[in-house]
């Protein structure tokens, strides 16, 4: 699959973040192994029951300050670069600080080996530790190249300079005869040239599942987006949750009916393309509005819509955010005809509000999120009374009191006898 532009630059930046951590670890390291080094010196030059004399490496010291200085400089500099511009450093940046930061151990182990013109036991475990700690943290680059080369320079470096400074036979502590033996230095440099192919296997492994799971975000992305086109991204979005599973509950929502008038008489007089357009221009309108006042369209019906407000998404007042959509979508397209970007038309919306049944309705093989009873049934009534009445917004007198929104003109209709309610509604007039 191919991976958005968007995605690109969020690894880009994850990748970006690993740097810094792994510039974070390394200074790290080396703050506490010269805070380790000057507590040991100050324990055996204290602990006089021992007799053991320790010279303090100033040298090593300073060595290590250095890098310490290094590596903060480093991520501060990325750090920096994610802030201000977003985007990691040049490639090539990642290879030329692996070879700062290993030339510079190489430095630090010359000093000690050859220009002092002796060993130093504990400078070369941690000189070599260093070794090992940056061949291995090379995966945070997440550049399998990075890895094997860096472990390359790391055993040739190390190999050079031992075989350089060879002294097998001039040191009378065994341990030390045997780190400084060739064949060990050898055994060495090969190990590090072993932990960048690990090193370089980890930063394979890493990116492909990075890479994997960026897919996997695509993928789901995409079917989510698919899906919300189709049902109401707010459903969608319960369902994903629920894993498909919602069941019937009793709710109170607000349902409202929006119907183009005579949209029939305008098609048969319409092209194709023309009609599809002034469809996607009105339920663009709706839609804007509605998520706008937290509501979900529930289905389109061709010349009109169903919205609910309440359902599945939970608000404070359900038909005060009817009320509010559909003022604001009659003026939305009063205005739109006014300025003749939209013919002229009208439409009916008809509000009621009441206790529904919502959940998941149908089978195994087939079924959907609706919202089903008395009060959708009674809503789709009140919007159809829009046409005896010559209005634009019709709403029932439970839905208006429970709104109680202020401000507004509303216009007793009288009580009306509705097709096939058994009992008289009391209707207003919003518009």
Known sequence: MKITASFSKLFELETLQSEKLRAAILASYALFTGLYILVISYLIKNDTATGIQFTLPHTL??????????EVTINRILNHRAVKFGKSIHPDFKYANAFIELAIITVMLYVYTVYF???????????????????????????????????????????????????????????EEILYNKYFVYATGILLFLCGIAAAFMANQLQKSIQRTVELVEDENKLFNLFSRQISKE???ELLDKDGKMPS????????????????????????????????????????????YE?????FLGD????????????????????????????????????????????????????????????ILKSEYSITGGVVILAAR???????YHTKILISKEALEAAGVKGINAVSMGVSHLKGWSHPVELYKLA
Request: with cysteine; proline share 2%; aromatic share 10%.
């Open 61 to 70: 010291l300073f060595l290590l300050a250095g890098l310490f200085i290094y």
């Open 117 to 175: 013109k002796h060993n130093s036991f504990l400078s070369d475990i941690i000189m070599v530790s260093l070794y090992y700690l940056i061949v291995f943290l090379s995966a945070f680059y997440l550049d399998k190249y990075i890895s094997v080369i860096t472990g390359i320079i790391a055993a040739c470096g190390y190999t050079c300079l031992h075989l350089i400074n060879h002294k097998t036979g001039s040191s009378t502590d065994m341990i």
């Open 235 to 237: 459903v969608a979005q």
């Open 249 to 292: 509950e009793l709710r109170f929502v607000s349902v409202m009916f929006i119907d183009i008038r005579n949209f029939t008489v305008y098609a048969e007089t319409q092209e194709p393309e023309a009609i599809v357009e002034f469809q996607n221009t009105f339920f663009g309108i709706i839609t804007g509005v509605v998520h706008k």
């Open 295 to 299: 509501g979900i369209v529930n289905q």
């Open 304 to 363: 009109g819509c169903m919205v609910t407000f309440g359902a599945p998404v939970t608000v404070d007042n359900p038909a005060a955010n009817a009320v509010n959509a559909a003022l604001e979508i009659n003026k939305i397209i009063d205005d739109k005809i006014a300025n003749k970007e939209l013919h002229l038309f009208t439409i009916g919306i008809g509000i009621h509000c009441g206790e529904a049944v919502t959940g998941n309705i149908g089978t």
């Open 382 to 388: 009140i919007e159809s009374e829009n046409k005896t």
